[in-house]
């Protein structure tokens, strides 16, 4: 006999799975069986809050325990059914007008599932658990400011923040004691997105718990919160005006013998924002911030004065210093003896002895100052690019940072009223050496 090959036939083989399958799902459909599907749900609905908290006798508010369980629900029908329920199509919900007792603590509140899906019916559903697990506690109302935030949004370009205020700035909370008792800040955060005009902003109010968390749903369901938890919030947004002058004076005079030299700023400018009306009073102002004179007392010095004054205060209305700058100045007033004068230096003009071998010198600043007195020469004939010959002494150096002194050569007739330093790095990198060796 001839044997067959599991090959053979392939047609006619296809062709039976086919017709298997059809008359299975024929068959199916035509029985349509029942079955059970299982569903989870982790929010139930408290309903009929008011009946405790009206009654004459309990007198109550009313929250679910913090670490409620989600509930598994199950429904049993015909498949056709069970194919068209969604998760979505479930409600929860537990009225507390059904509550077995009001006395046990926590009150076990039944829960009832519901589905808007034709043909399920309540007997076709069942629930674990089958009560909600609810506290009762002393009523209690609280007032709260808002905090106004924006996030990690910012405004357009060349624009800051001027003021954000809500409306209202304040809500009041009632709600069960111990969880007024937990807020700790009540936020509401608006999204700047780039904007360039004032504008105003309805946003939904997140409380804060005193371990800085915000609080879930079902607690702030158990909260009656002012205006339904929404606030106003307005943004004034204002213009970036860089390059603000500073100016500064002095009281006083210095001890005898001495003379005010200059009066320095660190920085000598700021940027601020403002509004129009306050940028046009800076305008009126010559661009410049005032430092009151009595700020800064030189009475009897012999030393440069320093102050650290804050800008804060100084401000015209409706102008405030951008987020990236500091609210304090230095005020420098430099005090020299008579007959003397202070002049700058350019660094790149000291030249710089026994340099060390395959190693580069870099200056740390720009320039230093040098203080020139004389008893018979015009101070405003010095020329301290052609006059004044500087150099330093780098005998023994290694790589490091050094402060070292300053040797000064000056015209017959010209003295330094105090020995001059300056800061160089010794290294072996590749960058630009500024020695002038």
């Known amino acids: 006999m001839k044997k067959r090959k599991i090959t053979d036939n392939i047609p006619l083989k296809i062709m ?6 059809v008359v299975w799902l024929i068959v199916v459909n035509i029985d349509n069986p029942v ?27 009313c929250m679910p325990e913090e670490k409620q369980d989600s509930i598994r629900i199950a429904i049993t029908t015909n498949k056709k059914i069970r194919d068209k329920i969604k998760v979505s199509d479930i409600t929860a919900t537990a009225d507390l007008q059904q ?94 997105d780039g904007n360039t005009q004032d504008f105003t902003q309805d946003v939904n109010l997140t409380i804060i718990d005193k371990n800085q968390e915000a609080l879930s749903d079902s607690e702030m ?77 030189i009475s009897g010095e012999s030393r440069d004065v320093e ?8 401000l015209p209305d409706n102008v405030k ?21 202070e002049f700058t230096l ?25 203080r020139i007195k004389s008893d018979t020469e015009d101070l405003d004939d010095l020329n301290t690019e052609t006059d004044i010959k500087a150099s330093i002494d780098l005998k023994g150096k290694e790589e490091g940072n050094y402060k070292v002194p300053v040797t000064l050569s000056l015209p017959n007739g010209y003295e330094t009223v105090e020995n001059v330093s300056t800061e160089v790095v010794i290294s072996s990198g590749t960058g630009t050496d500024d020695s002038k060796g």
Do not use: H
């Open 35 to 61: 079955g059970t599907n299982y569903y989870t749900l982790t929010n139930v609905e408290l309903i009929n809050k008011e009946y405790v908290e009206s009654s004459d006798t309990i007198g109550k508010m």
């Open 346 to 370: 350019s660094t790149k003009d000291i030249e710089v002895k026994n340099k060390p071998d395959d190693l580069q010198v870099t200056f740390e600043t720009a320039q230093i100052e040098i």
């Open 99 to 192: 509550a077995v007792s009001l006395d046990t603590n926590p009150v076990m509140v039944p829960i009832t599932v519901t589905c808007s899906v034709p043909g399920v019916t309540p007997n076709d559903i069942k629930v674990t658990p089958q009560n909600l697990s609810v506290n009762l506690d002393e009523k209690e109302t609280q007032e709260f400011v808002v905090n106004v935030s924006r996030g990690d949004t910012k405004p357009g370009k060349d624009y800051e923040v001027g003021s954000l205020t809500a409306n209202p700035e304040k809500v009041r909370i009632t709600g069960p004691k111990s969880l007024v008792n937990k807020i700790d800040k009540v936020n509401a955060t608006i999204s700047l």
């Open 221 to 297: 369901n158990s909260l009656r919160i002012e205006n339904n938890a929404k606030v106003s919030v307005t943004a004034r947004l204002w213009k970036i005006r860089q390059g603000v002058g500073i100016s500064a004076g002095y009281v006083g005079s210095p001890a005898s013998g001495y003379q005010v030299g200059t009066v320095t700023t660190v920085p000598d400018t700021i940027s601020v924002a403002g509004s129009t009306e306050g940028l046009e009073t800076l305008t009126q102002n010559d661009n410049t911030i005032t430092i009151p004179a009595d700020s800064i007392d």
């Open 16 to 21: 039976s799975v086919a017709v298997a399958v």
């Open 307 to 314: 102050r650290k004054i804050s800008l804060k205060d100084l």
């Open 321 to 341: 210093l951008t987020s990236d700058s500091s609210e304090d100045v230095w005020v420098t007033v430099s005090i020299l003896p008579e007959g003397s004068r």
